[in-house]
């Protein structure tokens, strides 16, 4: 296969993405980008697909985003943590049961918060617009800036749903040790998704990162377009120190977005070291090994 870029972190309409499994596929290799994964939030739904659309002209790895609350550790007013999971298998449905029933209940309480605040709005309004089996807090955003709550969907996220605003409900998760473990039972390879998001000075990351790696993580995702030059030295630094892997993904979205699949942000992305894969599917093979001597 001809070498090309790389980007393990990219959303579809399957999950909050705007874009078409095919529209994606397409983009990817218009962008010279070889090796992908959709990594739609708690569902991996668009992967048999992206593999028959694609074939043999890119790669695509099985890769889902869980996110994991902080809560337990004293600091639940900051962002909540996210991780990539990559070659899962069937098991990770018992976690995406159990996250579904969390998700449902938190968009009923948004939806009642929002209407004891004067704005009218249905989660039946919400499903017909966004033509989904399944809803998140980004499909209320947009559905708040289509009826003219907000400039933007994301200004309606930032108004009424983001941490401290009128709407804010926070979603029962796992904490991020049990959700490390929980993946690698399911045969996956953990890596921190857009560390820069929780907001950490660098002691801080350091000795979460360090926590993080004793309970099994594989990975950090040092290669994000949000990442200015000095952090992307500062998480390579402590990949090097506890021996993690440094992935690369974009987060894409949408393609109004400024963000593009493989390229990044005003082409700062651009990676096409394959020794991350390769790293990878070793340390899948490690977890494989190991959960079936567990487990007899």
Same mark, same amino acid.
């Given at each position: 296969m001809e070498l090309g870029y790389i980007d393990l972190h990219i959303h579809s309409n399957f999950s909050d993405g705007k874009e078409s499994v095919k529209?994606?596929?397409?983009?990817?290799? *218009? #962008? #010279?980008t070889r090796v992908i994964s959709l990594t739609?939030?708690?569902n991996i739904s668009s992967y048999n697909l992206a593999k028959n659309i694609a074939g043999n002209r890119l790669e695509v790895i099985p890769g889902i985003e869980i996110g994991s609350s902080l809560s *337990? !550790? =004293?600091?639940s007013k900051k962002?909540?943590?996210?991780?990539?999971? !990559?070659?899962? #298998?069937? +098991?990770? !449905?018992y976690i995406l049961d159990k996250y579904e029933v969390f998700r449902k209940k938190s968009i009923d309480k948004i939806i009642r918060k929002l209407n004891q605040n004067g704005i *009218?709005?249905?989660? =039946?309004?919400v499903y017909r617009e966004v033509k989904k089996e399944s809803? =998140?807090?980004y499909d209320i955003a947009y559905m708040l800036f289509k009826k003219g709550y907000a400039v933007s969907p994301a200004h309606a996220y930032s +108004?009424? &749903?983001?941490?401290?605003s009128v709407a804010y409900v926070e979603r029962e998760k796992m904490s991020p040790i049990e959700l490390i473990n929980t993946i690698i039972e399911c045969g996956g390879v953990p890596v921190l998704a857009h560390p820069k998001s929780l907001k950490f000075n660098l002691t801080d990351m350091d000795n979460f990162i360090k926590m &993080? +790696?004793?309970? =099994?993580?594989?990975?950090v995702e040092v290669y994000n377009p949000h990442n200015s030059a000095e952090k992307r030295d500062e998480l390579l630094d402590l990949c090097l120190k506890y021996d993690l892997i440094p992935t690369v993904g974009s987060d894409f979205h949408s393609h109004k977005d400024n963000i593009q699949i493989g390229i990044g942000i005003d082409e700062n992305l651009k990676i096409s070291d394959y020794s991350i894969i390769t790293r990878l599917k070793e340390k899948k093979h490690i977890i494989d090994i190991n959960n079936k001597n567990k487990n007899g």
């Amino acid at each position: 296969m001809e070498l090309g870029y790389i980007d393990l972190h990219i959303h579809s309409n399957f999950s909050d993405g705007k874009e078409s499994v095919k529209s994606i596929i397409d983009t990817a290799l *218009s #962008n #010279n980008t070889r090796v992908i994964s959709l990594t739609e939030h708690y569902n991996i739904s668009s992967y048999n697909l992206a593999k028959n659309i694609a074939g043999n002209r890119l790669e695509v790895i099985p890769g889902i985003e869980i996110g994991s609350s902080l809560s *337990s !550790y =004293g600091i639940s007013k900051k962002h909540v943590c996210h991780f990539t999971a !990559y070659f899962i #298998n069937r +098991k990770i !449905y018992y976690i995406l049961d159990k996250y579904e029933v969390f998700r449902k209940k938190s968009i009923d309480k948004i939806i009642r918060k929002l209407n004891q605040n004067g704005i *009218s709005l249905t989660s =039946g309004q919400v499903y017909r617009e966004v033509k989904k089996e399944s809803i =998140g807090r980004y499909d209320i955003a947009y559905m708040l800036f289509k009826k003219g709550y907000a400039v933007s969907p994301a200004h309606a996220y930032s +108004k009424y &749903l983001d941490i401290g605003s009128v709407a804010y409900v926070e979603r029962e998760k796992m904490s991020p040790i049990e959700l490390i473990n929980t993946i690698i039972e399911c045969g996956g390879v953990p890596v921190l998704a857009h560390p820069k998001s929780l907001k950490f000075n660098l002691t801080d990351m350091d000795n979460f990162i360090k926590m &993080l +790696k004793e309970s =099994g993580l594989c990975g950090v995702e040092v290669y994000n377009p949000h990442n200015s030059a000095e952090k992307r030295d500062e998480l390579l630094d402590l990949c090097l120190k506890y021996d993690l892997i440094p992935t690369v993904g974009s987060d894409f979205h949408s393609h109004k977005d400024n963000i593009q699949i493989g390229i990044g942000i005003d082409e700062n992305l651009k990676i096409s070291d394959y020794s991350i894969i390769t790293r990878l599917k070793e340390k899948k093979h490690i977890i494989d090994i190991n959960n079936k001597n567990k487990n007899g």
